[in-house]
Structure formats: C-alpha cells, structure tokens
C-alpha cells in the first residue's frame, strides 16, 4: 500500500508547482507529473491545493495559469485560425 507523503514534502512539492506556473506562466498536469516523478492523480490533488495557496487560476482540465491574461492568451493561441 502506497505511503501518503509526510507534511514537509507536500509543502515543498506544492511550492515547486507554484514557482513553475509563475516561471513558465503555465503548467498541465503531464508536465507536472513527470517533473516531480508523480501520479497524474496526486499530482491533480497538488494541483487543487497550489490553486489555493498560489493564487493561480486552474482552466479546465487545461493546467494551472499564473493569471488571467495567460489564459487568455493560450485561448486565443488554441481556438485563433491561421491559414499558411
């Protein structure tokens, strides 16, 4: 049976996602999941809490933002046509 990770490491975890999303300005859970070496589910629970203590914007099933123009601008990039 798989061990919870103790309190210090959730924390460090949790601040490491935090600095990402605010360094790259966003951060899918994939991303996250193979950086930090851990299940796509933990990861996504990670993800609920650094949306709280972080600040962040969490878009969907998209990832984690670090504020609303960034969202913005991956809409824009995902949804914009551009011929050639």
Avoid: W
Avoid at 58 to 78: K, M, N
């Amino acid at each position: 049976m798989p061990r919870s990770n103790p309190p210090q490491k959730l924390e460090a975890l949790i601040q490491i996602i935090i600095e990402e999303v605010n360094l790259r300005g966003r951060l899918t859970v994939n991303q996250a999941s193979e950086m930090l070496s851990l299940h796509r589910g933990t990861t996504e629970k990670y993800f609920r809490e650094a949306t709280i203590r972080g600040g962040l914007i969490r878009h969907g099933r998209c990832g984690l933002f670090r504020d609303q123009r960034a969202v913005l601008d991956f809409d824009l990039q995902r949804f914009s046509y551009n011929s050639g």
